[in-house]
């Protein structure tokens, strides 16, 4: 997923904060998996960390463009 994806660049606050919610979820779900050595992809869990952080970076371009 990429800052451009319209899933991240036209999601409202609330679409953001529920994928990245669900991106968190997927994460812990995939560490669990890693601790019991069952993970099959471990570059997913990098992919996953990247794509919360974009998501956190669009709510608080959000935010910064309400509080103006």
Same mark, same amino acid.
């Not at 679409?15 to 669900?22: Q, S």
């Given at each position: 997923m990429k800052m451009s994806d319209p899933k991240i660049k036209d999601a409202s606050m609330g679409? &953001?904060?529920? &994928?990245?919610? $669900?991106l968190r979820q997927e994460m812990f779900n995939l560490r669990l *998996? *890693?601790?019991s050595s069952q993970l099959e /992809?471990?570059?997913r869990l990098r992919i996953l960390r /990247? $794509? @919360?952080a974009? @998501?956190?970076t669009q709510i608080s371009q &959000?935010?910064?463009k309400a509080a103006k």
């Open positions: 679409e &953001l904060t529920a &994928l990245g919610r $669900d *998996q *890693q601790a /992809k471990p570059s /990247k $794509d @919360v974009r @998501v956190e &959000l935010r910064n």
